[in-house]
């Protein structure tokens, strides 16, 4: 596509030109463009620091989607909304999100490309446009966008915390009726697969909960996740001394071997129950709920029969 510069906009950064005459393009999108040379100001390559005048002509190249090496794949992935921008899947338990690190199939990316039939390229690669994340032992609402301008405004609600999460969590001890944290977070100083809250520098974290049951050894509480970082959840809960039933990493399973005759649930027990929010196109709100599963379910009946 060719773009005008307008007198209007004449000097300015052709990054941020862009932005705004391409809104349906993302910033690290454009930015990629421009890198690999697919942007061309009056027939030669730009840079995103150049500032065109009055009626130079960029040239605006979107190479097609490249086929990844992903493989679909057949997975059990509940769809609770499905519309032509965007899907809300309850992700089970035990399924990672997406590639990384020793994990080469059997992610919620491969599940969908079998089971999404109108997914379209996003950010350049026939994929998925992953919105944020839930880590593999956690079940539930995760939302997933189909279109460039359906991700970039859900990430937009993401950072601006206009997204309400709710977690389902069963947690060792008894933490007070309702409460806030509101710490520093950032990765833990000796185990670097860990978080930490208990540190003097990093980025503020902030869950809320309210206690739903308590039972003789543990207490089911519903927790706001105001922030996203990773592991969040449950390295607040086990920093304040009440790590979740069944976390390995937080402590979670030490606790259970001490309390318990036999383990009650096989992974941290957190579960993303609800998500709500403003739809990035249609701006309607968008309410999902996943049922807890059976092995949540499992561990509250056996709690109530301790």
Known sequence: MKLTVSAAEAGQRIDKLLVARL???????????????????????????????????????????????????????????????????????????????????????????????????IGGELRPGIVHRLDKDTSGCLVVAKSEVALRGLQAAFKARTVDKRYLALVHGAPADSGEFDTLYARHAVDRKRFSSKVRE???????????????????????????????????????????????????????????????????ALHAARLSFAHPITAAMVACEAPAPEDFRAAVRALEGT
Not at 23 to 48: C, N
Not at 232 to 244: C, E, S, T, V, Y
Not at 245 to 259: E, P, S
């Open 23 to 121: 809104p349906e393009l993302s910033r690290s999108r454009l930015k990629s463009l421009i890198e690999q040379g697919h942007v061309l100001l009056d027939g030669a390559s730009a840079k995103a620091s150049a500032r065109p005048r009055s009626g130079a002509v960029l040239a605006v190249e979107i190479p097609a989607a490249t086929q990844t090496a992903l493989v679909a794949e057949a997975l059990a992935l509940p769809v609770l909304y499905d519309d032509a921008f965007l899907l809300v899947i309850d992700k089970p338990a035990g399924i990672a999100v997406h590639p990384g690190a020793g994990i080469s199939s059997g992610t919620v990316v491969h599940g969908l490309l079998s089971q999404v039939r109108d997914l379209v390229g």
């Open 202 to 268: 990093g980025r503020r974290a902030v869950t809320r909960w309210r206690v739903l049951r308590r039972f003789e050894q543990a207490t089911l509480v519903e927790v706001e996740l105001l922030t996203g970082r990773t592991h969040q959840i449950r390295a607040h809960f086990a920093d304040a001394g009440f790590p979740l039933l069944g976390d390995k990493l937080y402590g979670g399973t030490r606790r259970d071997a001490k309390v318990f005759e036999r383990p009650l649930i096989a992974r941290q």
